[in-house]
């Protein structure tokens, strides 16, 4: 067999390089040549201690920072996922809040088909009509990874989706992250910010953020038995 040539491989899901930023009024800069690449689909999880600069980055891959330093290339459209729901979700139902994500360029029928299907893939099927006031926090954070999947996004950014949760809708929005980044079919990318070493055990890779730069793509279990030691 010939060896294989990189055109062979697909393109990284998402590739940053050597990217920097500062915050404005800051000296010390967030982000300092930090570099990420995720190879694949699948479920890939950032920790690192408070301040280390894993939201900045999460917001410059977003596209919601400017890009003062290095370059992002991303093969799918992203989404992110905030750690507070109730700042994501604007609208008052769970259908309404769904079709401010579907393009709004589709016929109404098509339209209102992606909602119930965005619904039935995060386990809230029939709940278009439902308050959003009256969802438990995790159908809350279920409802805003329905909104991105609603908008057709393949790179899905969470940071630490689950940090308000109770430890059942944890594992819910955990088990849903890791089926919809491991299925057969059209399986999306997740970047995940955590804080909580017993989920590094569920990812496919794990890297530690140290002073605004990225380390290796390690075993999740591997780096949370490093850092609980
Ligand atoms: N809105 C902001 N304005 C000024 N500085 C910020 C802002 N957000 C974060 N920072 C600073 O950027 C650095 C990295 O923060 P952040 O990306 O939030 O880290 P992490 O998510 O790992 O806790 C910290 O020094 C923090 O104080
Ligand atoms: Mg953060």
Redesign the pocket.
Known sequence: MPPSSPSAAPAPALEAEDIGYT????D?P??QACNLQLPDSGLWMLV??????????L?LIAGLLPLQQGRIRARVRSALVFQNPDHQLLLPSCGSELLLAIDASLGRGERELRMDRALEQVGLAGLADRPIHALSGGQKQRLAIAAALASEAGLLLL?EPTALLDPTSQQEVLALIRRLTSRAEQPLTALW?THRLEELARCDGAAL?RD?RLGPWQSGAALARRLAA
């Open positions: 915050w404005p009024g800051r010390q967030a982000l690192g201690s408070n301040g280390s600069g894993k939201s900045t980055l917001r940071d910010i953020m605004g």
